[in-house]
């Protein structure tokens, strides 16, 4: 796909956007290259473009590429200067057979990603749940028992996917209503609070009067997070209680969790690396799916922003990690306490992460390179 991405270029000689993408052309480009098995848009374009999220753009503006999600291995692109000017462009040749070459195989990521799904608080709370397990256990894995109530239409056979409430997310618009945006104000006014679905400690800590609501009921409700962490068959149904079995699980399972609906497509089978087609209001990074303070490359970010705000799967942005605030004891008194001016250092380059799952307004990307820690509250710009 990333050579599509290259031929994209081909056939523009006399359009700006031509111009415009091959001065996005690395200089040590070689004349040609074959398609190979194996190959990726991401990677292709990132071998040979300075800017490869131009790719969709410059393929619109080609008209001979009247399908670019069809190249195969043994295609040749031309990525030659010649004629006086840039031309890159597919070669003609006779198919030998072979697949053609995607952008970026679910295969290849699957094994990264993480289910989380973002719901209305509402319909978490509603959810069927556990209330026990085998023998009294307070904990269960695979091969137990599980006891569960409001399953009253599950059948025997019938699976669910069993979830773990893990944020809450909340839009102060701009104000400082909420604690970690009080606490952090270059986190902005979109925030995550924490959330712990083990009942010994909140029997529902996404409703608004639980002790985990650090914004106090304040600020517009963006939704609850549930992550997916495993999934039970019924057994039996006996009145208000029903039986399951614990078939796989990624942690291990505990009373309040709940159980939903078995998405079996959760991801699209390919992804499609390409900028914003808009660029939402100051989107940052939310949460983490399995670290505290910081996540590098392959691992899974959430961010304030969604479908509702023009994010799709494939979308791609630069993350920008906060310059940090010193003091400045050049100009200050440095054996003085308090008379040094705090001096906020510039943001620097990040990484880049592209999404793969949206909601209306929370979305969840893999970090595809990263230069340092990713953190919450960091800037996504344009993947420039």
């Known amino acids: 796909m990333i050579k599509k991405f290259a031929m994209l270029l081909g056939g523009m000689f006399f359009t700006v956007a031509v111009y415009a993408a091959a001065s996005q052309i690395r200089p040590d480009h070689p004349d040609t290259y074959t398609v190979r098995k194996g190959d990726t848009l991401w990677d292709i374009s990132a071998r040979f473009l300075r800017k490869p999220w131009l790719w ?5 503006a080609n008209p001979q590429v009247r399908n670019p999600h069809l190249i195969y291995p043994g295609d040749v692109l031309n990525l030659s200067m010649t004629g006086g000017g840039p031309r890159i462009g597919l070669q003609p040749r006779i198919r030998e057979g072979g697949d053609a070459v995607t952008a970026i195989p679910l295969g290849e990521l699957r094994m990264f990603l993480k289910e989380m799904r973002v719901m209305n608080a509402d319909d978490v709370e509603q959810a069927p749940y556990l209330v026990g397990f085998e023998e009294a256990r307070l904990r269960a894995t695979p091969g137990n028992k599980l006891y569960a109530r409001d399953l009253d239409s599950a059948q025997p056979g019938q699976r669910w996917a069993i979830v773990r409430p893990t944020h809450r997310f909340r839009d102060h618009g701009g104000s400082s209503g909420g604690m970690d945006a009080v606490n952090n104000p270059s986190h902005g006014s979109f925030v995550a609070d924490e959330l712990d679905s083990d009942v010994s400690m909140a029997p529902s800590p996404w409703r608004e009067d639980s002790r985990h609501d650090t914004h106090v009921g304040k600020g517009a409700d963006r939704g609850v997070e549930v992550s997916v962490i495993g999934t039970a ?58 670290a505290y303070y910081g996540v590098g490359s392959r691992q899974v970010i959430s961010i304030s922003a969604g479908s509702a705000d023009g994010v799709d799967n494939g979308t791609t942005f630069t993350v920008m990690s906060q310059g940090e605030t010193i003091s400045d004891e050049v100009s200050g008194n440095y054996n003085r306490r308090g008379t040094s001016p705090d001096v906020k250092l510039p943001d620097e380059y990040g990484g880049h992460i592209m999404v793969f799952r949206t909601f209306d307004h929370v979305s969840y990307a893999l970090v595809m390179d990263a230069l340092r820690p990713l953190k919450k509250g960091d800037k996504l710009v344009l993947p420039e």
Not at 56 to 60: G, L, T, V
Not at 239 to 262: F, H, I, N, Y
């Open 233 to 290: 068959e019924v057994i039996a149904t006996n009145g208000d209680v029903a039986s399951l079995v614990l078939v796989d699980s990624t942690l291990e399972v505990r009373k309040g969790d709940r159980l939903m609906q078995v998405d079996d497509a959760p991801y699209d089978p390919y992804f499609y690396p390409h900028a914003p087609k808009s660029m939402p209001a100051d989107p940052r990074v939310l949460g983490f799916a399995d």
């Open 56 to 60: 969709p753009e410059i393929w619109q």
